[in-house]
């Protein structure tokens, strides 16, 4: 019987978003912070004698050949020659279209599963650089550590935050990253920052104005979480966050957001549960808490 693992695929937030500039192949440079946080997504991998990379349940207005899961499996199979396939299920907790990483977390824990059922044993420089190539986010999750980045949000340094825990509220919209950056009123030439001179008072989303003047759905949620924190949009949205010091706070708050928005609470990480969770499979370790 061919193995079988269930990996996490966790989101991600970005604590910051400084938009430095415009790069001559359109793309925009940036600096960002990338808290990980726990839970997300579940995937669950089988390996196949075929080449086939068979993905279910479809997501709605995705053709399989466009899914980041499938697109990350046949492009570790293209650089490696594998001849062996999978069976992808995907439990999808995490909205999509919303500044959280899902589908670039689903890839990399896609990249890590494969890596290891298949035998390959790639490094993880060597996973970061197929990553790379499926979007500028799935690097960080491959590494598996919060990051600041730099570049398109491919330069990663390690830096470790502390572990706070954050209320994600979600509205009923999805924001367009290229609307956003095309926009001729948005931000670029925010001053860089040096990695040793971070601090929060410099904290802001160079995209959240547009955002919010484009989607009054995500304007309205800043608005309703500043009676309880200091809100910030990650990404280019449409998901805005909240931190607090401790699980009761933050549950707290959950338990008073209008149902007509998505939400959930989580603990920000510094290293991301995947590595721990294909740890224990392949040692035959129990699952870590």
Not at 162 to 170: G, N, Q
Not at 179 to 207: G, M, V, W
Request: aromatic share 8%.
């Amino acid at each position: 019987m061919m193995p079988s693992i269930t990996l996490s695929a966790p989101p991600k937030l970005n604590l910051f978003l400084h938009i430095t500039g415009r790069r001559d192949d359109g793309y925009h440079n940036l600096q960002t912070l990338f808290q990980l946080l726990d839970g997300g997504d579940q995937l669950t991998f089988t390996a196949t004698d075929s080449n086939v990379i068979s993905l279910s349940p479809q997501i709605d207005g995705v053709a399989p050949e466009d899914n980041l899961i499938v697109r990350a499996a046949q492009a570790l199979q293209q650089k490696t020659g594998c001849k062996l396939g999978c069976s992808i299920v995907v439990d999808k907790n995490l909205p999509m279209g919303a500044g959280l990483g899902g589908g670039s977390s689903n890839a990399a824990t896609t990249l890590l599963a494969l890596n290891r059922l298949w035998g390959l044993d790639l490094s993880l420089p060597e996973l970061a650089k197929i990553a790379a190539v499926l979007g500028a986010d799935v690097p960080v999750f491959v590494l598996g550590r919060s990051a600041f980045a730099e570049g398109i949000g491919d330069e990663l340094s390690h830096f470790d935050i502390a572990e706070y825990w954050y209320l994600v509220i979600t509205p009923p919209c999805k924001v367009s990253t290229g609307e956003i950056f095309s926009n001729p009123q948005l931000t670029r030439h925010s001053l860089p920052i040096k990695i040793r001179a971070l601090s929060e008072e410099q904290y802001r989303n160079d995209c959240q104005a547009i955002v919010e003047e484009l989607y009054p759905q995500v304007k309205e949620v800043v608005e309703w979480l500043q009676d309880f924190a200091k809100p910030m949009m990650t990404g280019t949205g449409a998901s805005v966050f909240c931190r607090w010091e401790t699980q009761a706070e933050a549950n707290t708050v959950l338990a008073a957001v209008p149902q007509h928005w998505s939400a959930f609470v989580a603990r920000g990480v510094n290293y991301s549960q995947v590595h721990q969770q294909l740890r224990d499979f392949f040692t035959g370790a129990s699952p870590s808490g």
